[in-house]
């Protein structure tokens, strides 16, 4: 693209559409540059491993505003870097900010990675910044991508490790929950932490057409916002859901409980808090 075409989407992965395609989309797309920086201190692990050389046609699945697409397409410089995501409002700020900043060899495409009809064998290099675990069938999805990759591609993916192993999320939906029980997302269903399990991720990758992968951890701090009130708006965009059927009583003692915690993690930098993810390379065999 720079425009976008209309989604073709396996009936499972409709829910995910509904939700990145609207409410959910929109707010990424509107708070693109903070959750673009809330993950930057990743970007240099996964681009290394990522191995993009000159001439090369890399793939970026589930690339939302962009940004890992656009430090790929200048890696690739005479080759392409093309971003499929289900969400069109964060695909539109990703056209505008590749126009914007002269990013000529960056495609972007609304589809669903799990069905979309690559061109076979058409991709060196597919690489995933937290949106590949999202999939209702991760198998069906990988084999799919597994099918546009040249033999020998690489893959390089970077996905979280378990709630427990990331203070970001167990201390702000414990703050929201204010003494309910804070969720629990699945590890084996679409979830941000669909892949925290390495023994799962090996699992699909090499059912899909992958070598067995290797789960490299790493530990970097997430960035949430220059001060408290925007890091407040941030959490509550992306974990407000949590307060949907709460009363007003308990909204009141969530945001006293999320401040005070916001307040902790506040340094002269921002608002930051640790955070766990597996690097996860592996290569699409012969
Ligand atoms: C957590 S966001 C990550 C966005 C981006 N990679 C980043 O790091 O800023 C997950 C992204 O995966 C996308 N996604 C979820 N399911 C998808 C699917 N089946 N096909 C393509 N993209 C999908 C969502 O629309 C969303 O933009």
């Known amino acids: 693209m720079t425009g976008t075409d209309t989604a073709w989407v396996a009936p499972a992965n409709e829910d995910q559409l509904r939700a990145w395609d609207t409410a959910e989309g929109v707010f990424w797309a509107g708070q ?9 201190r990743y970007d240099d692990w996964l681009l290394r491993a990522a191995e993009i050389r000159d001439g090369d046609h890399v793939l970026d699945v589930g690339c939302g505003t962009g940004s890992t697409t656009r430090a790929a397409a200048w890696l690739a410089g005479s080759g392409t870097a093309h971003g499929v995501d289900l969400s069109s409002p964060m695909l539109m700020v990703a056209a505008r900010r590749a126009r914007d900043t002269g990013v000529g060899n960056a495609t972007y495409l609304q589809a669903d990675a799990q069905v979309h009809p690559f061109e076979p064998a058409a991709y060196d290099v597919l690489l995933s910044r ?14 799919n991508l597994a099918r546009a990759m040249r033999p020998g591609g690489q893959v390089a993916l970077l996905v979280w490790q378990a709630p427990s192993q990331n203070p970001w999320f167990t201390e702000l939906t414990t703050a929201l929950a204010a003494g309910r029980v804070a969720p629990a997302p699945p590890l084996d269903a679409p979830s941000p932490f669909a892949f925290a399990d390495p023994m799962r991720v090996a699992d ?3 059912t899909a057409g992958f070598a067995t992968p290797e789960c490299e951890p790493v530990k970097e701090s997430m960035y949430w916002g220059p001060d408290v009130h925007t890091a407040e708006r941030f959490v509550l965009g992306v974990l407000g859901q949590q307060l949907s059927d709460a009363d007003a009583d308990t909204r009141a003692r969530a945001l006293t409980n999320l401040r005070r915690t916001l307040v902790k993690h506040y340094s002269p930098g921002g608002v930051s808090f640790p955070s ?3 690097l996860v390379t592996s290569r699409k065999t012969a």
């Open 130 to 143: 937290t949106g590949c675990t999202f999939f209702a069938d991760p198998v069906a999805a990988f084999t």
């Open 276 to 278: 766990a993810a597996w």
């Open 32 to 40: 693109a540059e903070l959750f673009e920086h809330s993950l930057q």
């Open 204 to 206: 699909i990758l090499t």
